[in-house]
């Protein structure tokens, strides 16, 4: 099994930064990319930025060129810098992690996710 583990979380002002951290851990599988997605109350979960397998990065509309994703030197490990926060990215914010498992001829892509860190941005 793979275990996700979220951090960096907590109240920041408007127009500030905060960073997330995920690790993951576990053994029999292979990292394929890495991703952060966010929810916020009595909404559906949202996309906010990929980082793939071949180091292509994909961001959400309402976070581009405010955040960036980035992989730690730790091969499992993936960043999240978030700049110039507004109140509407106050959400709980998902790190989920894709993975291969390998059987006797295929492999199998399944995707993981952390418990989640709260960020909450106010004044």
């Known amino acids: 099994q793979v275990q996700l583990v979220e951090s960096g979380g907590g109240l920041v002002q408007p127009g500030g930064s905060l960073k997330l951290s995920c690790a993951a851990s576990g053994s029999g599988f292979t990292m394929n990319a890495l991703g952060w997605y966010r929810q916020a109350p009595g909404k559906e979960r949202e996309l906010v930025a990929t980082?793939?397998?071949?180091?292509?990065?994909h961001y959400a509309d309402f976070v581009k060129g405010r955040f960036t994703i980035s992989r730690a030197d730790a091969r499992n490990t993936v960043n999240l810098r978030m700049d110039s926060l507004k109140p509407e990215d106050t959400a709980v914010y998902y790190c989920k992690a894709e993975v291969f498992f390998f059987g006797e001829a295929m492999a199998t892509l399944v995707d993981y996710w952390g418990q989640g860190t709260q960020v909450t941005v106010s004044s």
């Open positions: 980082y793939g397998s071949d180091a292509s990065t």
